[in-house]
Structures are given as structure tokens and as C-alpha cells.
T-cell receptor, first 112, second 114 residues
Framework: GEDVEQSLFLSVREGDSSVINCTYTDSSSTYLYWYKQEPGAGLQLLTYIFSNMDMKQDQRLTVLLNKKDKHLSLRIADTQTGDSAIYFCAEAPPSNTGKLIFGQGTTLQVKP | DADVTQTPRNRITKTGKRIMLECSQTKGHDRMYWYRQDPGLGLRLIYYSFDVKDINKGEISDGYSVSRQAQAKFSLSLESAIPNQTALYFC?????????????FGPGTRLTVT
């Protein structure tokens, strides 16, 4: 079945790196996404990775994909207080319906 | 102006009442989705629509219905609200089923059923 798992909470100090982890079950998923939800707001697409890639870097964000272990991670370098939010991992199964399967969300707390 | 808008943003209603949540988009996307968000559970898909004539149930459609009035409008109804439908509801759109753009989300409607 389709399932995406994330730890629920991560706390870091400002300036440190944050690593948010995610595991998924559908090895044939085409795209994997990271969304950010700030308080009182909807979800905003942060970045994505295509399933034939191992890594993608976008400024302070680095996405690592281990297809063998079905493990996805998001690393935020030099974490700032403005990065405090809930981060959702999502996978796109290959059925071409546009449906996304979301994880539970990881709350990132950045302490000054 | 926001690409995906939802009304109302907050609503408190009583058990047994009928309520409609509305979603409009200016993205020109054919595909639209309704999710609910509960703490610790992430987002769960209620209904999705590929176009005006194509509506499909998601994983938790019981107790909900939808209407796709136009390409730009997708409404979610609770025919007889119950307290466990208290949640944050999101509408989303996408261009098609593939690609790196993912889905675009509205700001959400916080619904409380007393």
C-alpha cells in the first residue's frame, strides 16, 4: 500500500543544519516533494526531486533520495527562525492521477 | 491576487447542519482536490476532479460531497456535519498528473463542528 512516514518534531538552533527525514513505500513513485506550511497558511511547494535523481540542491536546501531504502531527506543549511514551520514529504504514485500521498508532517522549531 | 482562494477561512457550525466550503482558482488548471488536515495525520484526500465531468472519491469521502461548477470552481459540502469533521480543509489544483510542479494549495478553511 501507499504510505509516507515522517517523524513529528525536530528542534534545532539558529545557524545549525536541519535534516528532516521521510520514508515512503511505493518504489515506482515518479516525483517526491517537500512542502512547507507556515502557521495559518496553506502548503507551499519548497522543492521536488524526480525519481531517477539521487540529489538536488537549491540554495540552502539539499534533497537526498535513496531509492533502495525508499528514504528521502531534506537538509536546510544555516537554519533561520523563519524556517520554523511544518514540513511535509509527499510522493506521486505513477498512476498519473495527480494524487499525492502526504506524510504526517514534521514540525521544525528553530531556537534563537 | 492569490491563485487559489477558499471561502470561508473560518467557520463554526453545529452538529447536523449543512455546510459548503468553496474553492476558486485562477491557475487555469483542470485538476482540483479537496484535503483535510488533522494534527499528526498529515493531509488526507477527500475528493478530486480531473475536469468538470470527472469527479472521484479519495480515501475519506464518506460524509462529504463535491460539486465542480466550472473549471475554476470546486465546492465541498458536508450534508450533516458531525464533530469529528472538525479539521483544516485545503483545496489544491494541479496542471496534470506528472511533472515537478506538484499541487498549488489554497490558504485553508478551519472548520469547527460543535
Amino acid at each position: 500500500g501507499e504510505d509516507v512516514e515522517q517523524s513529528l518534531f525536530l528542534s534545532v538552533r539558529e545557524g545549525d543544519s536541519s535534516v528532516i527525514n521521510c520514508t515512503y513505500t511505493d518504489s515506482s513513485s515518479t516525483y517526491l516533494y517537500w512542502y512547507k506550511q507556515e502557521p495559518g497558511a496553506g502548503l507551499q511547494l519548497l522543492t521536488y526531486i524526480f525519481s531517477n535523481m539521487d540529489m538536488k540542491q537549491d540554495q540552502r536546501l539539499t534533497v537526498l533520495l535513496n531509492k533502495k531504502d525508499k528514504h528521502l531527506s531534506l537538509r536546510i543549511a544555516d537554519t533561520q527562525t523563519g524556517d520554523s514551520a511544518i514540513y511535509f514529504c509527499a510522493e506521486a504514485p505513477p498512476s498519473n492521477t495527480g494524487k499525492l500521498i502526504f506524510g504526517q508532517g514534521t514540525t521544525l522549531q528553530v531556537k534563537p | 491576487d492569490a491563485d487559489v482562494t477558499q471561502t470561508p477561512r473560518n467557520r463554526i457550525t453545529k452538529t447536523g447542519k449543512r455546510i459548503m466550503l468553496e474553492c476558486s482558482q485562477t491557475k487555469g488548471h483542470d485538476r482540483m482536490y479537496w484535503y483535510r488536515q488533522d494534527p499528526g495525520l498529515g493531509l488526507r484526500l477527500i475528493y478530486y476532479s480531473f475536469d468538470v465531468k470527472d469527479i472521484n472519491k479519495g480515501e475519506i469521502s464518506d460524509g462529504y460531497s463535491v460539486s465542480r461548477q466550472a473549471q475554476a470552481k470546486f465546492s465541498l459540502s458536508l450534508e450533516s456535519a458531525i464533530p469529528n469533521q472538525t479539521a483544516l480543509y485545503f483545496c489544491a489544483t494541479s496542471e496534470d498528473g506528472t511533472g515537478g510542479e506538484g499541487q498549488y494549495f489554497g490558504p485553508g478553511t478551519r472548520l469547527t463542528v460543535t
